[in-house]
């Protein structure tokens, strides 16, 4: 093949806005069916090449063709590739740790019909060449956290250190519960506990029980159930105890963490809707504890697309969901704050349904069309949609594009794009995850969604953002410390509030922890009554109040990975030490994010929690009542850090003040 020339490359338009082409480093190659291309892998912070046995990936962007290669003793690799575009991924085999390969900066290889490639830098940088004519492609490492950070990395590395922890829960004693995924694509569980300053980044972590031994779910769906347990539905890839994979399984199972067990959940059978096959899709739980999942097979152009509710009480599935226009296929559900579920079509199968938008109504089981949406957020995938303490919709776009959703007037505004980088590839939220903040803004994770006329694929970086409610903006949030950015892909980042009010996230193989602002008091549960102000364990409290669920659901990521924390958490924290403790909630009459929505729930509290005068906030989706004084008795005795300190509450009332010694309670 005769040399590679360096030429120049023009502007031109992207398609969707998915990708624009600017001060680009192109090079001129030879005309043929297939194009020959070497690279060469840089350690940056070594200034020398990784050497032998680094993974470099091609794949295609529309996924028809994956080519792998090891590099050589100079760290380089050849491939010959067809005239269409390509994602370039590397792993660097001498930059392995005990946790993962670290994941290489991301290119688009594009070649162009003058005979020129293009490559563009997800580290928005020019693609330069070695003496000897390959392409540098550079190797990237993890940030490293600073004193002053919004960030901070797990302390108590878990012993699936070595698997890549996913999913993640929320459980009604505020323990978060993870699957993570090992050899052969094999699921394990565990649960993390905080520690006794409510902190999860010291926290003590337990395995448990998986549901069944041919039941290991990637890409699925959950949701914590009205009676406390947790309900795990689906699953778009699923691997059996031989390690064999199917696609959309149909499996679910519900876990009861007191009992530590988990019970199969038979699956929806109708004589007029195959069931067969769940995989990931849309999923919401109702304000009224049913969940409904939606028929993910069935494409617009087959009339009354249904979906079906699970009811707990009766362990029964129903079918719902007639007059849905658009189909279920890679779409989401949201709760929205009047109680009913928001959707957005993304626009792939019927393109005379663009920008199309519905609401399903639980009490008619119907869905009624929306105004149409101001910009096409779907292609291929959707964006996340969540609710917002303010009850509007935020949608966010894998095109880039997004929009707010106010179901009280039925109408739209539009919300600014997600920034570009400087070479032009267009940042988007493509089945990606979003979180609602404290504040009250959203925080979501971005990536380049590069799209053909036959598919699309993800391509990092990976970039943090934080949408600004009252300016309509976002901001840039600092990258986080778990992967490099400018190598990850976002497609497998998970995210979960936690009562603590930081954000927990998993991707890689790592977790870390965001520090969001002060929490916004209008957002905030309102307890009116307890059943009881002296609280032992082993007995059964009752909770009474307003917007116990919260405003928001949390979080949202689109067709899958439904995560969502709209249910009351009892926090209780001992006024003598300090110390946090967690109720167990159950039996909640609603999880309805209405504002001021009225509701009850159960709550027990450990037998590990220490005596004496204490404060009990509700916390939902990391927003926190005001506390109301409790005095618990029964617990462990309680020993000050200042001095060997025991009171002893025998019996009483809650003091009005904090102040002085309560009646019934001595200290020696």
Known sequence: MKSLIKTWCFRISPILSILLFANLTCYSVQAANKIHISFVLMDMTANKNVGANSTIVMEQVNRNDSQQQLTDSNGVVSFDIDQTDYILRSYCASCHTDFAFFSGVQYLISPQSDGTIKMLSAADKKVAKDKDGNFIIETNFKRTVSKVDPWTLLKNRPEFHRDSPEHMYLMTDGKVLMQSRGGRGIDNWWLLAPDNSGSYVNGTWTQIPSPSPNYNPQNMNGAVLHSGKFMIVGGEQ??????????NTNQSYIYDEIKNTWTSVQPPTSDTVDWSKIGAAPFIELADGRVMVGHNGLTSNSPGIPAVLFDETKSTWTLTGTNKNTSNNEEGYTLMANDKVFNVWNGDDNPDLLKTAETFDPTTGSWTQTSKAPAITGHAEIGPAISLPNGKVLQMGATGHNELYD??????????????????????ASDNESVVLPSGNVLVITSVFTCSTQNCNFMGPARWFEYDVSTNTWLPVDDDPIVDSKGNVTNGTQVLPLPNGQIMVSEAGNIAFYNSEKSQNIYAPTISNLSASELSPNKNYTLSGLQLAGLTQGTSWGDEQQNQTNYGIVQIKNNLTGHIFYGRSSNFSSTSITPKAPSTFDF?????????????????????????????????????????????????????????????????
Not at 238 to 247: H, I, L, R, W, Y
Not at 413 to 419: G, I, L, N, W
Not at 604 to 627: D, M, Y
């Open 407 to 428: 179901p009280m007037t039925n109408s739209w505004s539009t919300v600014p794009d997600f920034p570009k980088l400087n070479n032009g590839l267009q940042l988007s």
């Open 604 to 668: 027990t509290i450990p037998s590990n929690i220490e005596n004496g005068r204490s404060t009990l906030q509700v916390i939902a989706s990391g927003f926190a009542s005001k506390p109301v004084n409790v005095l618990i008795s029964g617990g462990s005795m309680v020993t000050s850090n200042v001095a060997t300190k025991v009171l002893t509450c025998v019996k009483g009332k809650i003091a009005k003040k904090s102040k002085g010694t309560l009646p019934g309670c001595k200290t020696r």
């Open 238 to 247: 699923n691997t059996n105890s031989d390690g064999v994979m199917e696609e």
